[in-house]
């Protein structure tokens, strides 16, 4: 629920753009669903985090991090992490732009592109911040929905593009979805689009989707393409380090990622973040590991929720999309009685729907379990 802002002296200050928009949701807060429940132990699956912990580099990393001192500024320019993923990507160190999780860059975007008016064009049901961060510029939003099986519409992306956006997000795969495009599709969004639209490629789940067939890495896609673009990636997901927040973008040319410079804070990124980022990077092997085991748990909790009668979006990410049959706050909040913490999507058209990250299989066997009872017992 989003409360509306008390009135006060200050509230009249307020942008008018600002006063509408909702909170984000971050999901119920573990302490509060531990008193509720009575269990020393939460189940959380509301944040797309990864259950299975970081590279041992990059704990050795942080901690050489953090010897060094916190006192002293970390590198404005991030220079050490971006020559490295500029080296993985064969891109230029210019051409890279690094942010506070790959949601500060969304931001930086919007602050630096657009004007009030402007049209910005994006997915539904889709991630909240490609829809809020445009509206504190005072763009218009345009959603795009998926078909009935939840997949590529392309008349209607057709028909947006059309309309002129300033700003494309585009996600692959999908928040909150997992759906993912194939590369025939990427490619007939890129035709449909203006030249002076700027797409963006939100790729914060790819890692996970990346052995999918038919996924395309978007880079590769829309590296010789002579019109702008960014493809957006993070550290928060499949690497694990959502809690030093660090992501990065890769440019169609240094000129945007100068206007991106002139938006954003000088320290962006802090020194332990921007060392576990470089660890993390370096460490294949754990990110493959990573990624196996993540896929063997969403097709294993898949089946067990589609036996039980539950429709599941078929996912290329580290999440389902789930519908329960029933609201989803109700259903949400039931699960928080027996300590598990999902995100109740409240998107319009899919308020029965939760979106559930996978964890442990011991823990995704506490959550198919609770799940299908409250969803049965609230059929009776």
């Known amino acids: 629920m989003n409360p509306v802002l008390t009135p006060t002296p200050s509230t009249s200050l307020i942008r008018r753009e600002v006063a509408g928009l909702p909170l984000y949701d971050?999901?119920?807060?573990?302490?509060?669903?531990?008193t509720l429940s009575g269990s020393g132990r939460v189940i959380k699956l509301s944040n797309n985090e990864n259950p299975f912990g970081v590279s041992p580099a990059v704990a050795e990393a942080v901690r050489k991090a953090l010897a060094d001192g916190v006192s002293r500024y970390p590198d404005p320019t991030g220079r050490r992490l971006a020559e490295a993923v500029g080296r993985s990507l064969d891109v230029p160190p210019d051409r890279i732009v690094l942010g506070n999780g790959s949601e500060n860059i969304l931001e930086l975007l919007c602050q630096a592109v657009l004007d009030p008016g402007d049209l910005v064009v994006t997915q539904a049901p889709g991630f909240s911040l490609h829809e809020t961060f445009p509206r504190v510029m005072g763009a218009r939003v345009r959603k795009v929905p998926v078909t009935a099986e939840f997949g590529f519409d392309a008349d209607a992306w057709r028909e947006a593009m059309a309309a002129g956006p300033k700003l494309v997000f585009l996600a692959n795969p999908c928040n909150p979805t997992g759906?993912?495009?194939?590369?025939?599709?990427?490619?007939?969004?890129v035709a449909a689009l203006p030249e002076s639209s700027l797409l963006v490629l939100d790729e914060a789940y790819g890692e996970f989707a990346r052995s999918r067939p038919g996924y395309p890495d978007g880079l590769e896609a829309l590296r010789g393409l002579d019109r702008p673009w960014i493809v957006l990636r993070t550290f928060s997901k499949a690497y694990g380090l959502a809690g030093v927040r660090v992501g990065y973008g890769i440019a169609s040319d240094p000129a945007l990622i100068q206007a991106l410079d002139r938006v954003r804070t000088p320290y962006n990124v802090n020194h332990p973040a921007q060392e576990a980022a470089v660890a993390a990077l370096a460490d294949h092997a754990h990110l493959a590991e990573t990624v196996r085991r993540t896929a063997l748990e969403i097709t294993r909790v898949t089946d067990r929720?589609?036996?039980?009668?539950?429709?599941?979006?078929?996912?290329?990410?580290n999440f389902l999309f789930i519908d329960t049959g029933h609201p989803a706050d109700h259903v949400a909040r039931e699960l928080h009685r027996a300590g598990i913490i999902v995100k109740a999507w409240r998107e319009p058209g899919y308020e029965t729907y939760i979106r559930a990250s996978l964890s442990t299989p011991e823990d995704n066997d506490?959550?198919?379990?609770?799940?299908?009872?409250?969803?049965?017992?609230?059929?009776?």
């Open 366 to 380: 506490v959550f198919v379990r609770c799940l299908t009872e409250i969803c049965a017992k609230d059929k009776t």
């Open 179 to 189: 759906t993912m495009l194939d590369a025939g599709e990427l490619a007939q969004i």
């Open 26 to 34: 971050p999901g119920a807060d573990p302490d509060e669903v531990a």
């Open 305 to 317: 929720l589609r036996a039980a009668g539950l429709r599941v979006v078929p996912s290329s990410a």
